[in-house]
């Protein structure tokens, strides 16, 4: 997964395989292109070289959802987490 964030924050377009926790933080033709086997890994290169929009299209939507996952964003989302299970009385 570190490695689709990196090439977000890079703005390189993502064909990444459908497997483990990919498909639950990566939408299929908006973030990346998704694939199981072979011949789908090669229509979405193939898809990727043909078609400037798609790149450019993955690029926006992979840059934006990046921010999601940065150092300020998740400490944020942390502390709420650690709030909520054990809030301190603010007296």
Do not use: H
């Not at 939408?27 to 898809?47: G, I, P, S, V, Y």
């Not at 959802?65 to 054990?86: A, Q």
């Amino acid at each position: 997964g570190i490695v689709i964030l990196e090439a977000w924050a890079m703005k390189c377009p993502v064909i990444a395989a459908r497997v483990g926790g990919i498909p639950d933080f990566v939408e299929d033709k908006k973030t990346a292109l998704l694939f199981e086997t072979e011949e789908e890994l090669l229509k979405n290169m193939n898809a990727l070289a043909a078609s400037t929009a798609t790149k450019e299209t993955l690029q926006q939507n992979g840059s934006i959802e990046v921010e999601k996952y940065s150092w300020s964003e998740m400490s944020c989302r942390l502390l709420t987490i650690y709030k909520s299970l054990n809030p301190i009385d603010e007296r």
